[in-house]
Structure formats: structure tokens, C-alpha cells
């Protein structure tokens, strides 16, 4: 099997996995269409292909995301450009904020202490999802146990024995600065960065941790 086709796979799971987890997030956080969402660090395609849970939804980058609203008559989006550990909105400034597979990527605790603070500051519901530290599989680099290295070595099994390495060839800035952004969390870290959400634990298998959600379903 080529490499190319374990990405395939893996993108089809991926599709699979976030269609689910969306389910989920309307089914627990019931969003109405007189409310406000801010996607911290999501994409438009994430919401134009289905109908919009809310009135408006932001998203929100670190850089500028190319989309066209007019294309869309039936959403109402709108991207903004800033910096998720140091959001420029009021407290309680939208009912509902949504991150998904983000909070690992802002890089030290101390930065993902920043991040889960303002996104509990902003908003009233929270849905807060990240891949678990728990599992064997390093879901960015599509490899075992990558992520329980030392960092010494870690840059190098990368580079060099992972799908990612091998397909990306990345320059050694690329690999140093993916290398050093992803911190994958545990599930005592998501409780200790959320206090006041519920924790849930998505399994692979049915046995093991995939990603963990921190969920307030309150508006405040």
C-alpha cells in the first residue's frame, strides 16, 4: 500500500469523524438561529456544506482566509484575522465559541493556558475538541508513539520514519517549527485547562482515547 493511500484513508476517516463530532456538538450544545459562534482556528468549508446551526459565525485565524460570502446567500460568515490566546472581543461576546483540533498547534502550556482561558472568557457555550496525548497513534504525522519521544530524537523520526516526513520533505525550518508547535494534551490537562466543562473522550476502537471535547453547555 502505498503512502498515498494511507493519506486516502485517513482523510475518509477524517471526513467521517468531524461529520460525527458535528452531529454531537448540535445534538448536546442545541445552537439556535438567533445565535453568535466564533470558530477559533477553523475553515468556511467546515460549515458551507450543511445548514448553519447559528445567525453568524466568525472564524477566526492567525492568518487571512480567502472567502467569498456572496458564493454562500444561505450562511452567514464572516473570517477574521487574530491570535486565539489574546482575542480582541469583550467577555461573553458570543454565545457559543467552537475550536477543533486547534489548541494543540499554539505550543507551550503556558500558551495553551492563554488560549483555553480566552476562549472560556468569550464565550458561553464551549465545545473545545483535541486529539489525545493517550493514543499510539500521532494523528498529524500519521504515526505510533512519535509524540511520546524525547524531543532530542523526535525531529528526526519525524523527518525520517513517518508518512508525513516522507511525503511533505519538509525544510529543517518547516520540521523544527512543526515539531515544536504540537503539544498534544492529556485528558487531566483538558480537565485542568476547562474546570467548568464536561470532558468527553472520543475512542478509537472502542477502546482507545482519540481526542478528548471540553463541552459548557451554559450561556453566560
Not at 111 to 129: D, I, M, P, S, T
Not at 134 to 161: G, T
Request: with cysteine; proline share 6%.
Amino acid at each position: 500500500m502505498s503512502m498515498i493511500s494511507i493519506y486516502d484513508i485517513y482523510h475518509v476517516l477524517l471526513k467521517f469523524w468531524r461529520r460525527r463530532r458535528l452531529a454531537l456538538f448540535v445534538d448536546l450544545i442545541r445552537p439556535s438561529g438567533s445565535e453568535t459562534m466564533l470558530d477559533v482556528g477553523g475553515y468556511p468549508g467546515s460549515w458551507i456544506e450543511r445548514p448553519q446551526p447559528v445567525q453568524r459565525i466568525d472564524i477566526l485565524n492567525i492568518h487571512e482566509i480567502g472567502f467569498d460570502s456572496d458564493e454562500y446567500p444561505d450562511h452567514a460568515i464572516s473570517t477574521l484575522v487574530g491570535d486565539g490566546c489574546a482575542l480582541e472581543f469583550d467577555d461573553g461576546s458570543y454565545d457559543i465559541v467552537f475550536s477543533n483540533s486547534v489548541i494543540e498547534h499554539v505550543g507551550s502550556w503556558e500558551k495553551q493556558q492563554e488560549f483555553a482561558a480566552e476562549l472560556r472568557r468569550v464565550g458561553g457555550a464551549l465545545w473545545v475538541q483535541t486529539p489525545a496525548y493517550e493514543c499510539p497513534i500521532e494523528p498529524h504525522f500519521l504515526a505510533p508513539a512519535v509524540h511520546w519521544l524525547p524531543r532530542s530524537v523526535r525531529r528526526f523520526v519525524v523527518r525520517w520514519l513517518t508518512p508525513w516526513g516522507w511525503l511533505q520533505r519538509p525544510t529543517r525550518e518547516e520540521l523544527e517549527r512543526m515539531v515544536d508547535e504540537i503539544r498534544l494534551l492529556t485528558r487531566s490537562e483538558v480537565l485542568s485547562l476547562f474546570p467548568d466543562c464536561e470532558i468527553l473522550t472520543e475512542r478509537l476502537l472502542w477502546v482507545l482515547p482519540q481526542s478528548y471535547v471540553a463541552v459548557r453547555r451554559a450561556r453566560s
